[in-house]
C-alpha cells in the first residue's frame, strides 16, 4: 500500500475525535470535487447573465453578451478534468455512457452535460458568430480566415433573411438554454441533495442553493473579466454595463443569502437528532470557511458595499473599486461555500458521534497544486477564445 | 397465381424455413443444468447483540478470506464497542483500531450499560448505494447479495458517500469500491461466510429466507428484530436482536 | 418552402455525429455493453474466488476423534478455524503441512480476558493473574475446555457483577447469600441456574424494621415501596441508588 496515504491516514486517525465508522477515516471527495461544483456553477451563471440580453432584452449589458458565452465555454470545457483526475479509473470513464444507470444523477448528468455543450452552448455560439465568421474571414489571410471558414461550417449567406434567421434561433436556444442552465448546476446540486444518508446534504433546498450561488459566482466572474480586460483593450469600462451587472448581483446575492439563511431557520426549527454534530461541525471545523469566509466576507460584506453604493452617490473610479473589491470576496465566499458542502459533509460521521479530519496534499494528483492549475486552466482556454473569437471585434458590414 | 409465380415464392420458403428450424433446435436444445440456481435463495444476516464477546476473530477471519488490506483504515466488517454511563452519555469505539490503545477507560462504576456491536454491509433490499452508481458496476443479485464488479467500477465513490452505514471503502490496490459480499464464493458453494464460520459465540447467524429449514427464519421468529436506520427505507436485511437504541 | 443555410449546415454535423455513435455502439462487443453478459461474467469471477476457510465440517471428515472430544465441551460450538486460522490448504492436501495450533498465553484472553462489555455468565479471567506466565492449555485442552478445578467463586463467570457488587454496599454479602447455586450450574450453566429471590419477604428478612443484622437499613415492610418488589428499584449489586 502507498507508503504516504498509509501515514497521513494515519496521522488522521489520531485526530478524531469520538466516533467514527472506521471506513469512515478516509476523506473521498476531495478538493478536486470541490473545484467542479465552482467550475459548472460559474458556467451556468455566465450562461444566465448571457440570457439577461437575449431574452430579457436588457440591453444595457449587451457588451458582455459575447464575452459570457466564450467564460461559460471555456469553464466548461475544463469542468470535467478534476472529475477525470479524481477518478480511480479514468480510463473507464466512457461506461458512463455507454453503460450509464438510469437512477443515477451522476450518469444522468453526463447526458445533461453533453446536451448543454453541444445543444445549447457551442450552437448559440455558432449562430452569433456565423455572420462575423463569414465577413472576418473575407479580410484576413491564411490560417485565421481558414480557422473562420471552418467554424463558420464553410456557411456563405450573410443575406438579412439569414441573420433573421440567426436571431430567432438564438433567442429559441436561450429561451431552452435557460432551463438548461438550470439543470446543469441543478444537476450538480441534486447529486448532492439526494443523497438521504448525509444530512448535510441530503436537503430539498440544495439543488436550488447551489443554482443561486452559481448565479452569484458567474455574474461576479463576467463582471471581473470585464472589468481587466476593457481597460487591457483600451476601451474605457461602459459604467451603465457595470451598474447594470452590479444591480443583478446584488439581486441574486439577496435571494442567495435569503435561501441560505432559510436552510439553516429550518434546520434549526426542526432540531432533527442531525443537529447536535452538525452543530459542532460549524462551531469548530467549518468556523473558519463557513462563518468568516463563505458568510462574512463573502456575502454580508460585499452586501453592505453594493448597498453602500445604492446609497451614496459615489463617482465612477470609486464604484469600480467597490465592486472589484466586492466581486473577488464574493468569488472567494463561493469558493468557500463549495468547499463547505463537499468537505464539511465529510468532516462528521454518519453516526452523529464524532468528527474527522481533512489532510489536503499539496503535490499530488489531488493535491493544491492541481486545483489551482485547474482554477487557472479555463483562463487559459478563455484566452484562447477570445483570440480566435473576439467579442468586440468590429466587423465591417 | 401461375405455376411460375407459386416456385418463385417457395424459393423464399426454404431458406426462411431453414431459420426457423435451427431457432427451434437453439430454443430446445437447453444447457445443462447448473449446480446452483440464485432465483432459490434469498441470503440475510441475523446479529444476537447479547451474545457478541467483541473478540473481533470475525473481522480477522474476513481480512484473511478477502484480501482485505491489514490497515486500520478499510473493513468489510468491525465490531463496535458501545459503553452507556450512568450520566447517559454514550461513548462509542471500533474494537481493535488501534492496537494496545485504548480509547476510553471508563471506570466500572460509571457504567449503566455496554455491549457490542458487529456491523457489515446490510445488503439492503432498497439499497442507496446501487441507485447512485453511475456505470452500474454494484448490483444486487437475485439472491440478494449486492456486489461490486471490480472491472467495471470507475472508483468515483459516489456509493461510498451514499451508504448510511459506512459499509464501503476503496480499495487501495485495485481503486474500486470494495465491501462485504457475504462471502458470495463461499454461500454459493453451500459454505458459510468467514465471519460466521469463526464466531465462537454463534453471534452471527447466516441464512435463507427462502428455505424451509433455515436458522435465519428461527432467528427472526424468536427475536424481536430491529435493523440499523429504518427511517431511511434502505430496508436492511441484516437483522439484530436486542439492538439498543443507541447504536446508530 | 426553403431550407435556411444555417440548418443544412448544422444537420450534416449533426448526421456525422449520429452516424459515428451509431457505429461505434455497433462495434462494441456484447461484453461490455449487454448487462446480462457483463453481470454474469462479474459474478463468475466473484464465485471463483479463492477460498481459506474450510470450515468446520471438513475438519471432522478426518480429524473425528477430536469433534467427538469437542461436541460435548464448553468449545462445541466453535468452529475449527476459529482458533486454527484458514485452513482450507490443509484439508485438500494434509501433507502441505499443518494449520496454526494456538500454544501460546496471549492467545486465549483475545476471547476470555476479563472485559466490561462482555455478556454476563461468559467465562473471563485476568490474565496477569490467572496462573501468570503458565500457558493455557498446560490446564485446560482447547477441545474441551474444562477448567481443571470447579471455579470456587461466581466470578470466574461473573466478573463484571462481582466488581460491580465489590464497589457496593453488599460487598462483603456472598452470592450465595440471594442465589442458591447448586454445583452443576458450574458444569452445565445454561440448564442449571441458579435461584433468584421472589418476593418483598426476602430482602424484608435483613432490611425490615427489627431484623436482626444491625448494619443494614431498616425499612418498614409493610409500606415501602407499595406493591412493587424491592429489585425494582433497587439494584441488588449496587444498591442505594435506583
Not at chain 1, 439543470?183 to 448525509?198: D, E, R, T
Not at chain 3, 455468565?121 to 506466565?133: C, S, V, Y
Request: net charge positive; glycine share 6%.
Amino acid at each position: 500500500m502507498n507508503e504516504d496515504l498509509r501515514e497521513r491516514l494515519g496521522e488522521m486517525l489520531e485526530q478524531v475525535t469520538g466516533f467514527i465508522y472506521p471506513n469512515e477515516i478516509e476523506i473521498h471527495w476531495s478538493i478536486l470535487i470541490v473545484v467542479y461544483p465552482y467550475l459548472t456553477g460559474l458556467v451556468a451563471g455566465a450562461f444566465i447573465l448571457a440570457s439577461l440580453v437575449k431574452v430579457f432584452n436588457v440591453e444595457e449589458v449587451r457588451p458582455t453578451y459575447r464575452l459570457s458565452l466564450l467564460t461559460a465555454l471555456a469553464f466548461l470545457l475544463i469542468a470535467p478534468l478534476p472529475l477525470q483526475l479524481h477518478l480511480g479509473h479514468p480510463l473507464r470513464s466512457y461506461e458512463i455512457f455507454l453503460t450509464p444507470n438510469l437512477t443515477s444523477a451522476m450518469a444522468m448528468f453526463g447526458f445533461v452535460y453533453a446536451w448543454y455543450l453541444m445543444g445549447v452552448l457551442v450552437l448559440e455560439l455558432w449562430f452569433e458568430y456565423r455572420r462575423d465568421l463569414i465577413v472576418w474571414s473575407r479580410e484576413e489571410g491564411f490560417p485565421m480566415s481558414l480557422v473562420h471558414r471552418a467554424l463558420s461550417l464553410f456557411s456563405a449567406d450573410t443575406s438579412d433573411a439569414a441573420l433573421a434567421f440567426d436571431r430567432k434561433a438564438i433567442q429559441l436556444i436561450t429561451v431552452i438554454g435557460i432551463p438548461s442552465a438550470f439543470l446543469l448546476h441543478g444537476y450538480v446540486g441534486f447529486i448532492f441533495g439526494s443523497v438521504k444518508a448525509n444530512p448535510w446534504w441530503g436537503s430539498v433546498l440544495m439543488p436550488i442553493v447551489f443554482l443561486m450561488s452559481a448565479i452569484v459566482s458567474g455574474i461576479a466572474l463576467v463582471m471581473f473579466l470585464y472589468m481587466v480586460l476593457t481597460p487591457l483593450r483600451g476601451e474605457p469600462i461602459d459604467m451603465r454595463c457595470l451598474d447594470k451587472l452590479a444591480s443583478y448581483l446584488f439581486y441574486a446575492v439577496i435571494v442567495d443569502f435569503s435561501l441560505e439563511a432559510l436552510d439553516f431557520i429550518h434546520r434549526l426549527y426542526q432540531s432533527e437528532e442531525s443537529i447536535h454534530i452538525l452543530g459542532t461541525l460549524i462551531a469548530s471545523k467549518l468556523f473558519m470557511s463557513l462563518l468568516v469566509i463563505q458568510i462574512f466576507l463573502g456575502m454580508l460584506l460585499p452586501v453592505g458595499i453594493m448597498i453602500a453604493v445604492r446609497l451614496f452617490s459615489l463617482t465612477a473610479e470609486l464604484r469600480k473599486l467597490f465592486y472589484f473589491t466586492a466581486i473577488i470576496l464574493i468569488q472567494l465566499g463561493i469558493f468557500a461555500t463549495r468547499w463547505n458542502v463537499v468537505i464539511g459533509g465529510q468532516l462528521f460521521s454518519k453516526s452523529f458521534r464524532g468528527l474527522t479530519t481533512y489532510k489536503m496534499e499539496v503535490a499530488g494528483i489531488e493535491g493544491l497544486i492541481t486545483a489551482l492549475v485547474l482554477l487557472a486552466l479555463p483562463f487559459g482556454v478563455l484566452l484562447v477564445l477570445l483570440k480566435v473569437l473576439p467579442p468586440w471585434r468590429k466587423a465591417a458590414a | 397465381m401461375d405455376k411460375r409465380e407459386f416456385l418463385k415464392s417457395l424459393i423464399v420458403f426454404i431458406p426462411a424455413g431453414g431459420v426457423i428450424a435451427s431457432l427451434a433446435k437453439q430454443a430446445g436444445a437447453k444447457a445443462p443444468e447448473p449446480a446452483y440456481q440464485a432465483k432459490n435463495h434469498y441470503y440475510g444476516m441475523g446479529i444476537e447483540i447479547d451474545k457478541c464477546i467483541g473478540c473481533n476473530r470475525c473481522v480477522e477471519a474476513c481480512k484473511l478470506e478477502n484480501d482485505v488490506p491489514d490497515e486500520p483504515f478499510y473493513f468489510r466488517t468491525w465490531v463496535e464497542r458501545y459503553t452507556i454511563k450512568k450520566d447517559r452519555t454514550v461513548v462509542v469505539e471500533t474494537v481493535g483500531l488501534r492496537k494496545g490503545k485504548r480509547k476510553e477507560i471508563v471506570e466500572q462504576e460509571d457504567v449503566l450499560r455496554s455491549f457490542f456491536v458487529p456491523k457489515l454491509c446490510n445488503h439492503c433490499a432498497n439499497p442507496p448505494c446501487v441507485q447512485v452508481c453511475p456505470v452500474d458496476a454494484t448490483w444486487s443479485t437475485e439472491d440478494g447479495a449486492v456486489i461490486v464488479d471490480k472491472n467495471r467500477c470507475i472508483g468515483c465513490r459516489y456509493c461510498i458517500q451514499a451508504c448510511p452505514y459506512g459499509a464501503r471503502y476503496l480499495h487501495p490496490k485495485t481503486k474500486t469500491a470494495d465491501k462485504c459480499t457475504f462471502c458470495y464464493h463461499r454461500v454459493v458453494k453451500g459454505l458459510l461466510p468467514a465471519c460466521v464460520e469463526v464466531c465462537p459465540t454463534q453471534a452471527r447467524i447466516f441464512g435463507d429466507l427462502k428455505s424451509q429449514a433455515s436458522r435465519l427464519v428461527r432467528f427472526e421468529r424468536l427475536n424481536k428484530i430491529h435493523v440499523l436506520k429504518p427511517d431511511l427505507n434502505t430496508q436492511p436485511k441484516v437483522y439484530y436482536a436486542g439492538l439498543d437504541g443507541e447504536v446508530r | 418552402m426553403k431550407v435556411p443555410e444555417q440548418i443544412k449546415r448544422l444537420a450534416v454535423v449533426i448526421f456525422v455525429i449520429v452516424a459515428a455513435v451509431l457505429v461505434t455502439r455497433y462495434l462494441i462487443p456484447a461484453s461490455v455493453v449487454d448487462q446480462r453478459v457483463y453481470r454474469a461474467a462479474s459474478v463468475q469471477r466473484e464465485v471463483s474466488r479463492e477460498i481459506k476457510f474450510a470450515g468446520a465440517t471438513t475438519c471432522g471428515d478426518c480429524h473425528d476423534d477430536i469433534n467427538t472430544k469437542k461436541k460435548l465441551g464448553f468449545h462445541k460450538n466453535l468452529s475449527c478455524e476459529t482458533c486454527h486460522g484458514p485452513s482450507v490448504k490443509h484439508a485438500e492436501d494434509p501433507s502441505s503441512g499443518k494449520p496454526f495450533a494456538p500454544r501460546e498465553r496471549k492467545f486465549c484472553p483475545q476471547c476470555h480476558e476479563y472485559n466490561p462489555s462482555r455478556p454476563t455468565g461468559f467465562p473471563q479471567i485476568i490474565p496477569t493473574i490467572h496462573n501468570p506466565l503458565k500457558p493455557c492449555i498446560t490446564c485446560h485442552n482447547p477441545h474441551d475446555p474444562v477448567p481443571p478445578q470447579v471455579p470456587r467463586e461466581c466470578s470466574a463467570c461473573h466478573a463484571q457483577i462481582e466488581r460491580t457488587k465489590a464497589l457496593s454496599r453488599h460487598a462483603l454479602l456472598e452470592c450465595t447469600t440471594c442465589h442458591s447455586t447448586p454445583t452443576r450450574h458450574k458444569l452445565l450453566p445454561r440448564s442449571v441456574k441458579p435461584t433468584k429471590p421472589e418476593n418483598r419477604e426476602f430482602c424484608a428478612k435483613c432490611h425490615d424494621k427489627g431484623a436482626p443484622r444491625k448494619e443494614a437499613p431498616k425499612v418498614d415492610a409493610a409500606t415501602h415501596g407499595g406493591r412493587f418488589l424491592c429489585w425494582e428499584c433497587h439494584y441488588p449489586h449496587m444498591p442505594g441508588e435506583a
